[in-house]
């Protein structure tokens, strides 16, 4: 059987639950009308029971009509829509009385029924409703009254109402499947477009949006759900698009110097010295490339939310000491006086890589943003229940419409106006990322031409060593 469509579904659930209840109501008002019917005849003959012994006397032992005349003229004497039908018995249940109307049929007592029991029976091919009255008198049975009332237009009129129960019941169900069908037709309009619009959109056709329903019922939250997601796999996808490319760059820069150099080399013969120079120069840009994929795998390090981070005590007054250690070379060169201060030995609960990773960035950039004979300060300080490193130097500083884009891949701020300044622009955009994966509130305040402070809140401090 082929799988139905989402509206056939809809519909044929509709009509399976409208079908139940309305098998229901039928049965209901079936078995109400059988009901009415039913002790409306039961009424009537226990009226006639009533009726019938009043006009009974008993002379020596036998049953006698008190008027036999009126008895004849009566209803009895014809079968009408509903006749009902009198017959007496003596004791050994023989008829010594009936009515006219049942010619020469007879009212057959049943053994088996209780007195003043109600029950179905027939009389030739008719059904009757039937029932067994004792005569007592003087505490004696001298014979029974059996009276009946036919049923035959009684169950006439039932049949007839489950014959058209029966055929409208299909006939309602397939006009309710159709009405279903064209009210979920039309209540799924909305997913047919939401359909339509998401086979329109492409890696390359990521503009196109769902357009949304004027009800704000869950459709509308589908469908804002859906653009949702839509813009984050835009956005994805365009940072993916622009950081290949930047780092195709960023790559190809340094391949090209090298291939340059190494060309211009060969063409002729050199003194020792100049070979060595270009050599020396070709080692620069080969470690700036080793630096540069360094940072690009670190950068898809980052991006793994999943990625196991090893957490343990990190030791952050070492971790800064060692990055200062690192870059104690380009410190004097550019004769920097570098301060560092702490309150305490500080210590929190973290990746020591990745941190380390977080410092020498941060450093490294302060180091190269200053000038000669310029100054850094580096504070390890606790504020409430963090712990903040502050690193503030008096270098080129940032301009205040650069501050929300260096955290971008390969941005690299108004450094272009300073050559002598090498970099990838990676090193901010590393921080951000791994900061983020490590809950540390990561800030950035700085002004042209005065300097930068970088500040660092690491949320999860293990303890203090004064």
């Known amino acids: 059987m082929a799988q139905l469509s989402f509206k056939n579904r809809i519909a044929f659930n509709y009509i399976i639950t409208t079908g139940l209840l309305i098998l229901v109501v039928f049965f209901t008002i079936y078995a109400i009308v059988k009901h009415s019917v039913y002790s409306h005849i039961d009424e009537g003959i226990n009226v006639e029971i009533q009726n019938h012994l009043k006009e009974i006397k008993v002379t020596n032992g036998t049953v006698i009509l008190v008027d ?4 004849e003229e009566r209803e009895h004497n014809t079968v009408d829509v509903n006749p009902v039908f009198v017959q007496f018995l003596d004791t050994n249940k023989r008829i010594t009385e009936k009515s006219p109307n049942l010619n020469t049929a007879v009212l057959v007592f049943h053994d088996s029924v209780e007195d003043y029991e109600l029950f179905d029976t027939k009389i030739g091919n008719n059904i009757i409703r039937q029932v067994q009255v004792p005569l007592i008198i003087k505490s004696k049975n001298i014979g029974y009254l059996m009276i009946a009332m036919s049923l035959t237009s009684s169950r006439m009129v039932l049949n007839n109402l489950f014959e058209i129960m029966c055929l409208a019941f299909p006939v309602i169900l397939l006009l309710l499947f159709f009405i279903a069908r064209f009210f979920a037709g039309r209540s799924i309009k ?12 492409t890696r390359d056709n990521l503009k196109t949006r769902i357009p949304l329903p004027k009800t704000k019922d869950e459709l509308y939250t589908l469908s804002e759900t859906i653009n949702s997601l839509l813009n984050r796999i835009e956005d994805a996808i365009e940072r993916e698009k622009q950081f290949t490319s930047d780092a195709s760059h960023e790559l190809r820069t340094p391949l090209t110097v090298i291939k340059g150099t190494l060309e211009v080399l060969i063409r002729k013969q050199r003194d020792s010295k100049e070979y060595e120079e270009k050599v020396n120069f070709c080692i620069a840009e ?3 490339l080793n630096r540069l994929v360094d940072q690009l795998l670190l950068m898809a390090r980052s991006e793994n939310k999943n990625d196991n981070i090893k957490y343990e005590s990190v030791y952050l007054n070492a971790l800064i000491l060692d990055v200062l250690t690192l870059n104690s070379e380009k410190i004097n060169h550019k004769k920097i006086n570098m301060k560092f201060e702490a309150e305490a030995d500080y210590y929190i609960h973290s990746d020591n890589y990745l941190v380390l990773t977080i410092l020498r960035n941060i450093i490294s950039n302060a180091i190269k943003y200053t000038s000669e004979a310029g100054e850094i300060s580096i504070s390890l300080t606790r504020q409430e229940d ?9 270098g080129i500083g940032i301009d205040q419409e650069d501050l929300e884009t260096i955290f971008n ?10 050559p002598e300044i090498k970099g990838t622009g990676l090193g901010l955009s590393i921080v951000k990322r791994i900061a983020d994966l ?16 970088v500040i660092l809140d690491f949320k999860q401090p293990m303890k203090t060593l004064s």
């Open 190 to 201: 909305p997913i047919n477009a939401i359909t339509n619009t998401s086979r329109s959109i």
């Open 409 to 418: 891949p390969f941005y690299r701020s108004k450094s272009s106006e300073h």
């Open 286 to 288: 080969v470690d700036h």
């Open 68 to 71: 036999k005349e009126e008895w």
């Open 386 to 394: 963090q712990i903040r490193c502050t690193v503030t130097d008096n």
């Open 438 to 453: 490590l809950s540390i509130t990561f800030k950035v305040n700085s002004d042209k031409g005065k300097g930068t402070t």
